[in-house]
């Protein structure tokens, strides 16, 4: 699958799948990436190294790499769930970036058309005839509404440009909530025989099997496999020690909180969920609590999180009490693909 191509650039341009060995490019193009789109979100290569040997992504069929005299410009990555989401949906997730110095220069277009191409083949390999798949983008980060009229987009939204022309349109905002540590004391909240405690490592499918009910009437949430979930449960970023779980007399996970640490000092809540037959009960402010009570005794200058920001749940409310403030908003771009044949 190698090309060449001097429409794009004054030299060859190759096209070939991405590689385990290209993790340092990688990550060294996201970085250049998340500078120029002032993400704020730096990329580490053994975090790469994990999305490359993600279960089910086959580098070979479902990555292409751009590359001018061997350095790494472009890429784009096709990630089709096995599962059918909430509405019956095939989630067809394409992922990628352009080094900012090449940009506007329809390489972007390009990986597209490509990933919109092999996304759709494999969703048709994976998924019965008849059944509704849609394409997901990530539009980057809303435009500082603060930084006055006329000032330059920010946060990667100078992407949504290509992708309305694609035909894709804003589908979910996602709210980025921060809170300080350790910050307003938090309230004490006791849950009667219920037990809030750090999770053990051997914990994974019991936590997983909480979280595939308790996302099951979410948007866009399809159940997540358990080879996938463990991939996740034991990444490096990880830190089981600040992540919670709360156990009725029976040993079944009623809610839990998944934390991690993809920025120095910065702890991310990437995960919060309370079984539908839990709700109400005040659990998910009780794991909430102890998740950042721990992260401020081990030092933790802050936690941060994302919302929906269209969430049924209550979620934001939750968040509000718990001394969140809202950091930024994302947007999440989609396309039918139609019905598979």
């Not at 500082?144 to 905002?173: F, K, N």
């Not at 004490?188 to 219920?194: A, D, F, L, S, T």
Request: net charge negative; aromatic share 6%.
């Amino acid at each position: 699958m190698t090309s060449t191509d001097t429409s794009l650039a004054d030299r060859p341009l190759t096209r070939t799948p991405l590689t385990l060995e290209d993790a340092p490019a990688l990550t060294a193009l996201l970085n250049r990436i998340d500078a120029a789109d002032d993400l704020g979100e730096p990329a580490e290569e053994i975090s790469i190294r994990e999305l490359l040997t993600m279960p089910g992504l086959d580098l070979e069929s479902d990555t292409l790499a751009v590359r001018d005299e061997g350095v790494l410009i472009a890429f784009t990555v096709v990630d089709v769930h096995t599962s059918l989401d909430r509405d019956d949906r095939v989630r067809c997730q394409l992922m990628g970036g352009v080094d900012p110095a090449r940009r506007r220069q329809g390489l972007g277009a390009e990986l597209f058309v490509w990933a919109e191409q092999r996304a759709a083949q494999l969703a048709a390999e994976r998924h019965s005839a008849g059944a509704e798949a849609v394409f997901r983008a990530a539009g980057g980060r809303d435009p500082d509404l603060d930084a006055g009229e006329g000032a330059p987009l920010t946060g990667g939204a100078d992407v949504r440009p290509l992708l309305e022309s694609r035909g894709y349109q804003r589908a979910r905002s996602w709210l980025v909530m921060r809170r300080e540590l350790p910050g307003a004391a938090l309230p004490e909240i006791e849950c009667e025989q219920v037990r809030v405690i750090a999770p053990a490592d051997d914990a994974s499918e019991v936590t997983r099997l909480a979280h595939l009910a308790a996302f099951a009437d979410h948007w866009g949430s399809a159940p997540v496999t358990a080879e996938r979930w463990n991939r996740w449960w034991f990444s490096h970023t990880a830190r089981r020690e600040l992540s919670s779980i709360a156990l009725d007399a029976d040993g079944t996970v009623l809610a839990y909180v998944i934390a991690s640490e993809d920025k120095p000092g910065v702890l991310h809540i990437a995960l919060v969920g309370t079984r539908p037959q839990a709700r109400g009960r005040g659990l998910a402010r009780a794991v909430l609590a102890r998740t950042l009570s721990a992260a401020a005794e081990k030092g933790y200058a802050s936690a941060e999180l994302e919302v929906d920001a269209e969430s049924l749940t209550g979620a934001t409310r939750l968040y509000d009490a718990l001394g969140f403030a809202r950091d930024a908003v994302y947007a999440t771009f989609e396309k039918p693909v139609g019905q598979l044949v």
